[in-house]
């Protein structure tokens, strides 16, 4: 009884990844467009949460002098609640209108130049390029890009850079104006609380 030994499995060939000819641009205009946007979404965030956050400070330190004066037995009218409250939605209102005016057009300016981007690659021969449609969602285009890029050019890492600084800029700012506001906010209670005791 003999028993064969089967055949060794063809080796498959490893596909290499495509290149581009040595000394082909990495960047484009709209690449770039496409990292800087990054830059101008956080100013834009910066600007509409230093709108909000004032506005609703305000408000705050306005209830506070009411519950004080409400501890001291004065009445405080009915309308006067109602009053504060319209009083703080100018602040919000202006803050959510800077936020869409700026934010909209960030955004539609980021699909646009995303897909210039895109067509440029193509034109300059890039075989294979990162999908524009990936601009939709906001970092996320100028770090693809800059990978799929690199693999075929083994250069252009920039975008990519930027975007990822813009993307840990946006975190640092939305927590720290969110413990800036929480300890700004406990400070207006407590200087209230002590005019109570």
């Known amino acids: 009884m003999s028993t064969s030994i089967p055949p060794a499995p063809l080796a498959h060939p490893t596909a290499e990844e495509p290149r581009v000819p040595r000394g082909t641009p990495v960047y484009t205009g709209w690449g770039w467009v496409t990292a800087w946007i990054q830059i101008a979404g956080v100013a834009a965030s910066a600007l509409s949460l230093w709108l909000m956050g004032e506005s609703m400070l305000a408000y705050v330190r306005h209830l506070v002098e009411l519950s004080s004066t409400a501890a001291t037995g004065t009445r405080v009218?009915?309308?006067?609640?109602?009053?504060?409250?319209?009083?703080?939605?100018?602040?919000i209102m202006t803050a959510s209108l800077v936020s869409t005016l700026l934010g909209w057009p960030l955004a539609a300016l980021a699909?646009?130049?995303?897909?210039?981007?895109?067509?440029?690659?193509?034109?300059?021969g890039y075989p294979k390029r990162f999908h524009w449609a990936w601009s939709f969602l906001s970092p996320?285009?100028?770090?693809?890009?800059?990978?799929?890029?690199?693999?075929?050019?083994?250069?252009?890492?920039?975008?990519?850079?930027?975007?990822?600084?813009?993307?840990?800029?946006?975190?640092?700012?939305?927590?720290?104006?969110t413990f800036w506001f929480l300890f700004a906010l406990l400070d207006a209670m407590r200087a209230g609380l002590s005019t109570i005791a």
């Open 140 to 177: 996320v285009y100028p770090i693809g890009r800059a990978l799929v890029v690199h693999r075929q050019a083994e250069a252009g890492f920039a975008t990519m850079w930027i975007a990822l600084a813009a993307t840990a800029a946006s975190l640092l700012l939305t927590f720290g104006w």
């Open 111 to 124: 699909v646009v130049a995303g897909y210039r981007d895109y067509v440029q690659l193509g034109r300059l």
């Open 77 to 91: 009218p009915p309308g006067v609640m109602l009053s504060s409250v319209s009083d703080l939605m100018p602040g």
